[in-house]
């Protein structure tokens, strides 16, 4: 912001990044349990392996929680006076 961005600037860039990481985390995550499907489906009760209702509300529910783990710092730096933060240094 001490050069010219905007504080809605700041708060898509620090969304953005912690969505991308959620995304990579989900599909990697998809992939390894597609890969591991039968150890799971052994442990598994009342639903298959490869169920893509459960695949797809454990991936919306983990990309929502990055999304809120990701906006609430990026609200609190988008609000942060960048004039304080060079006088601090």
Known sequence: MAVGAQS???LFLVVREG???GLLGVAIGVAGALVMSRIIGSMLYGTGATDPLTYLVVSVTFLVIAMLASYVP?????R????VALRWE
């Open 19 to 21: 969505l991308t990481l």
């Open 8 to 10: 809605v600037d700041i």
């Open 74 to 78: 990026a609200r609190r730096a988008a």
């Open 80 to 83: 942060f006076d960048p004039v």
